[in-house]
């Protein structure tokens, strides 16, 4: 079981890159929630990429934090895009019908791509 969560920012392009690791519970909804506001506020990019491949479980406290980050973006036309494997976010998605509203890669180099190819032809 991972004991420790961490969150790291960083920009990539035109991207905020924010990566998590660990549980995403109430307990640390809160610095999750802080480093997100502080990415965003600090002159965002018009996307972010949030790497949730080491979060083993989320609970709703966590899954709020990704909605509300969803409808941040999307007031700022801007764009979310989860980075999920296989396992419990993505089940969690599945089962909440919110993998209808979230737009998911497989891997944090597949969504960096996608928005450098995008940006530099447009």
Do not use: K, Y
Not at 9 to 26: A, F, K, S
Not at 28 to 47: K, N
Not at 58 to 63: A, H, K
């Amino acid at each position: 079981m991972i004991s420790t969560f961490d969150v790291q920012t960083w920009h990539h392009g035109p991207c905020v890159v924010v990566r998590v690791v660990g549980e995403l519970d109430m307990a640390v909804a809160p610095r999750l929630r802080a480093e997100i506001d502080r990415a965003l506020d600090g002159r965002g990019g018009p996307c972010m990429v949030m790497d949730l491949t080491e979060v083993p479980f989320c609970d709703s406290v966590g899954l709020g934090i990704l909605v509300g980050t969803l409808t941040r973006m999307r007031e700022t036309r801007g764009r979310l895009v989860l980075v999920v494997g296989p396992g419990m976010i993505t089940h969690l998605l599945t089962i909440t019908n919110l993998d209808r509203h979230f737009e998911t890669r497989g891997s944090l180099r597949e969504a960096l791509d996608m928005f450098t190819l995008s940006h530099s032809s447009g």
